[in-house]
């Protein structure tokens, strides 16, 4: 069973995002963030200057990527400030992004046209210091991390593949094919509390959990042919809340509800 939590019809709808309260989500190109409580009522909207690829938690509000730039957002107050310049090739823009239980937040980039591995992945850490972690991505996204915060999980949309990293005291290290797609894109990823992975497939019409090792181990089918990313909400964490961009068919663009069976983890804060 597939609900519609908003209507609102996103040009590239992303980056869902619970707080325990409210529902957050982009719309990339239509340069907007968006959140809306669980229970009802009013969608609040913040209008970005630009593309909006991702937003995580914030101890106040919330952390953006822009085209170039980090920047803490807050939806209520409805301000938008740069907190970090990204050096990124002009060809590239910045793309989607995660905290991590220690508090940094993790981002990439892509390239706009898709075609060249320009982009990079980046990690901000609380004292705003930015490290670009990796290079020769051409569609910089997730990312995600298992619940013992010891495995990164980075997609790069264009290779259709998921990478599966070490992490130890901020490094990176590693760096196994975890998964691969041959008939669609893997996009955003969601990780539940037994260390599944959510993977939304681009042009795949669907979300396919992936077991620790790898091996599929559910599928689920949407009535979109693009859902964009997942994230686990709702009072108990066990609605599956999807993002998807504007197709053909007619929920194209809105925010989904599903049952996926399982639970997830409440989403860590960037500590800056």
Do not use: Q
């Not at 239509?30 to 009522?41: L, N």
């Not at 009013?42 to 991702?54: F, H, K, N, Q, R």
């Not at 290779?159 to 590693?174: F, K, M």
């Amino acid at each position: 069973m597939i609900d519609v939590f908003s209507d609102i019809p996103c040009r590239l709808g992303e980056s869902a995002l619970w707080d325990g309260e409210r529902l957050y989500w982009v719309d990339v190109l239509g340069h907007r963030i968006h959140a809306k409580p669980w229970t009802g009522g009013d969608t609040i909207t913040l209008e970005t200057p630009g593309p909006v690829g991702a937003v995580a938690l914030r101890r106040h509000g919330l952390v953006a990527t822009l085209r170039h730039a980090v920047a803490f957002a807050d939806v209520d107050e409805g301000t938008l400030e740069i907190a970090a310049e990204v050096e990124d090739a002009a060809e590239n823009r910045l793309n989607d992004g995660a905290a991590d239980a220690e508090g940094r937040f993790w981002f990439g980039s892509m390239n706009l046209a898709e075609e060249k591995p320009t982009g990079s992945f980046y990690r901000l850490d609380p004292d705003r210091t930015l490290t670009r972690v990796f290079g020769g991505v051409t569609c910089s996204n997730g990312p995600a991390f298992s619940p013992d915060g010891r495995t990164l999980y980075h997609v790069d949309s264009t290779a259709a593949r998921i990478t599966a990293y070490t992490i130890e005291e901020g490094e990176v290290t590693g760096g196994r094919v975890f998964a691969t797609d041959d008939d669609c894109f893997p996009d955003g990823l969601a990780v539940d509390a037994e260390g599944g992975v959510w993977n939304c497939k681009w042009n795949g019409a669907r979300i396919v959990r992936y077991a620790p090792d790898g091996t599929i181990d559910r599928v689920l089918r949407v009535p979109v042919e693009r859902p964009t990313r997942c994230a686990f909400a709702g009072p108990d964490l066990d609605v599956l809340a999807i993002t998807t961009a504007a197709g053909t068919r007619p929920l194209s663009g809105r925010v989904l509800l599903a049952d996926p069976g399982a639970r997830g983890l409440p989403a860590h804060a960037y500590l800056g």
